[in-house]
């Protein structure tokens, strides 16, 4: 890598909330995202990205237009960033089809009925990887996808073990740094901060 890349996801929404499983269905963020989307961007104003590329799912793009507007930086939406489907478990209750603490994808090429697998978001992501490696436009570029999405674009990026990327964790309130070097810091409004991934099993 050349340019330093800070990693968001979008704020929290209903389904989040609720525990549902969301996918590539939409649901209207929560009072709660919402602010917490105003104060990451006042975090993320430090490291002075230069543009937004955005998954075009309804939570992101309105996530990303919050984080715009406060940035005054320009957004390019990118259909590649889109959360990875759930198929038929899309809106069910997490309870209801894998347990409450169970993962949605227990491995890399796991997937729900119906759904995507990471290794098939790794392979949708190989055109964007590309243009954001090979632009020498901007030195620092925010990308502001979905949970699993940013797992698959991380181990794509850094080439992470499966084992290791496969419980990387992506809270609403978190941003990551990945500089140019590979290194990795965290900054959440309720962690603190630090280097490496948070929560990593």
Known sequence: MHRTVILCRHGQTHFNRTSRIQGQYDSPLTKNGLEEIRKLAQTVNTYLPRVIYSSTLGRAAYSSAIYSQILQIPIHFRSNLVELSCGEWETSLRTDVIGPDALIRPSWVSRPPGGESYEDAEKRLKVFINEILSSSEYSCVMVLAHSGLNRALVRS?????????????????????????????????????????????
Request: proline share 4%; no cysteine; net charge neutral.
């Open 157 to 201: 990026l850094l080439g992470l073990p499966l084992d290791k990327a496969l419980y990387i964790k992506f809270p609403h309130d978190t941003i990551y740094q990945i500089d140019a070097d590979g290194t990795v810091r965290w900054i959440g409004l309720s962690t603190g901060s630090g280097v490496g991934f948070l929560r990593e099993k």
